[in-house]
Each structure stands twice: as structure tokens, then as C-alpha cells.
């Protein structure tokens, strides 16, 4: 649900967005600037035969190192676990805690519009439970390569509409990936 409402919305910030930053003169990312974005994830969870959506909030912090590189740190905690049914087996999913680092790249492609690009290395917990999976609840530690790309829309000159979309795992047929939406607070 939250991928089918990213577009249309992103297109409206933007629109919004341009028709602010046109005359107000917004200027690129300094050097040694820091950020912080809070976002909603809508996650997917999938494994063979079977596809679970969890949602998290997601909070990164970074800085920036030049006008189009930066270093992030990331922390996501789950706010909801995903559910289905396989037969007659009910499953459920929730990824939490979720922790890694980034190495982000942007490109500004108007004023106050950016595009951006991030590589770096995900920790995450993944909490199965439901007689699909066995009779007891699991918890499992996993962790891999993590990328992603998005696109940051100024709204002003502190406040930044952002979103993503982000693989955060992607092993032993198992993928962990998803959406976010949320808002950049430059400092």
C-alpha cells in the first residue's frame, strides 16, 4: 500500500517544493553540515513462497562530507509485523532492531531537488512466529550489503521531504527491502 501512494505524493512535494525554492535562493549541502531523516519504512519480507509486509521507523543521522558525498549512521525499529496465511498456517513477521552504515553520493538535479545513492552494511533481527514456521517463536540475527536509492525535495531551507527505497538484505533466498517516506532536518 505504501508504494502505491509514493508517486502520486512525490510528485505533489515536488511540485510544492519547486514552487517554493524557485525564488527563495535554497543553497546545496555544506561541508561538515549534519542531517537527520525520520521516516516510516513500509518493509517487505519475503522468502520462497511467501511475502510478509512489517513496518519500521527508520532514523538516520549523517554528515556531510563534500557537496555530493556523505557518511550516515542508521537505527530502525519495528512498529508492526506483517501477516499472512499459507494453507491453513498463519505466519507473521517482525524485523527489529535494524542497524548499518552508509556511504551516500547525491546529485542535485534542479534547486532544492536532490537524487541520491547509498552503500553500506545492514545488522538486522528477524522475529518469526506462527505454525508456518514450527511451534515455537525464532529470532535470528542477520546481516549483508545494504543499497539503496532515493530522492530529498526541499521544502525549505531546514526541512527536506525524503524518500527511498532500500534492500536491506539479500541472502539464502531471503529478502529484506522496502520504502520510506519521511522528512530530513538539516543542521
Not at 532514523?59 to 506483517?82: D, H, P, R
Amino acid at each position: 500500500m505504501l508504494q502505491k501512494i509514493v508517486t502520486p505524493l512525490l510528485f505533489a512535494v515536488s511540485v510544492s517544493a519547486m514552487a517554493q525554492s524557485s525564488g527563495q535562493g535554497l543553497k546545496p549541502p555544506a561541508p561538515g553540515q549534519a542531517y537527520v531523516e525520520v521516516s516510516l519504512n513500509g518493509l517487505n519480507y519475503a522468502q520462497t513462497g511467501m511475502r510478509l509486509s512489517p513496518t519500521a521507523l527508520r532514523t538516520i543521522v549523517g554528515k556531510n562530507v563534500s557537496a555530493t558525498f556523505a557518511y550516515e549512521g542508521m537505527l530502525a525499529v519495528g512498529t508492526s509485523q506483517g501477516s499472512t496465511t499459507v494453507g491453513t498456517a498463519p505466519a507473521y513477521a517482525k524485523i527489529d532492531p535494524m542497524f548499518g552504515g552508509y556511504l551516500k553520493a547525491r546529485k542535485e538535479l534542479a534547486p532544492g531537488m536532490e537524487v541520491f545513492g547509498r552503500l553500506g552494511a545492514v545488522s538486522l533481527v528477524k522475529k518469526l512466529d506462527g505454525s508456518y514456521f514450527g511451534p515455537t517463536p525464532t529470532s535470528e540475527r542477520m546481516g549483508s550489503v545494504s543499497y539503496g536509492l532515493g530522492v530529498k525535495i526541499r521544502i525549505n531551507r531546514d526541512t527536506s521531504f525524503v524518500s527511498d527505497y532500500t534492500s536491506y538484505y539479500n541472502r539464502k533466498q531471503e529478502t529484506v527491502d522496502g520504502v520510506s517516506l519521511g522528512l530530513a532536518f538539516d543542521y
